[in-house]
């Protein structure tokens, strides 16, 4: 219900924009610009005060998963309930477009995303299966078929390309 925001640690918070917001990100470098997604992708320069639509932003559909990485403060990925998968290389300045081939997701319930901190091309996308990428999208790889299927959460140890994976 819109993107609220906190200037004094949680003790009250002001709506900032209205919409239905599925994820945000911060910029790894710079607290003060913030990437949010719904349909489009969305930023704010001055940490989070206000916001407007990238102007080159994708146009997605349903629940959308956005990720940045500490590896280049530069890249942004995101992926919808269609699997639509995207990549900036400049800051949401242009976008390409991959295709996560056998990725099956729950459509509104499970789509996670989850880029390195240490490496911008190794990305994992998961819904009812995982599929991880070292290439930065070009192609992927199933992983984790061990792993109980609905994963909700992927995020990887602080300095490393190891993960924790969280699922029913």
């Known amino acids: 219900d819109g993107i609220n925001r906190t200037v004094n640690g949680g003790t009250s918070w002001t ?30 320069l ?24 500490a590896a280049n403060d530069s890249v942004i990925y995101a992926m919808d309930q269609s699997k639509k998968f995207v990549k900036s290389i400049d ?7 991959y295709t996560v081939t056998g990725l099956t997701l729950y459509g509104y319930y499970d789509n996670v995303l989850s880029v390195s901190p240490i490496d911008e091309n190794t990305v994992y996308a998961a819904g009812f299966n995982m599929y991880k990428t070292t290439n930065g999208g070009t192609s992927w790889t199933a992983v984790g078929s061990s792993i109980h299927v609905d994963h909700h959460v992927i995020e990887f140890i602080p300095g490393s390309n190891s993960v924790y994976c969280g699922n029913d």
């Open 15 to 44: 709506k900032v924009k209205s919409g239905r917001f599925y994820d945000i990100e911060f910029n790894t470098t710079n607290p003060d610009i913030v990437y949010a997604v719904r349909d489009s992708v969305f930023q704010s």
């Open 46 to 69: 001055d940490g989070g005060a206000t916001w407007s639509v990238l102007p080159t932003s994708p146009k997605f559909t349903g629940r959308v998963a956005i990720e940045t990485t």
């Open 91 to 97: 800051a949401g300045a242009t976008w390409t477009t």
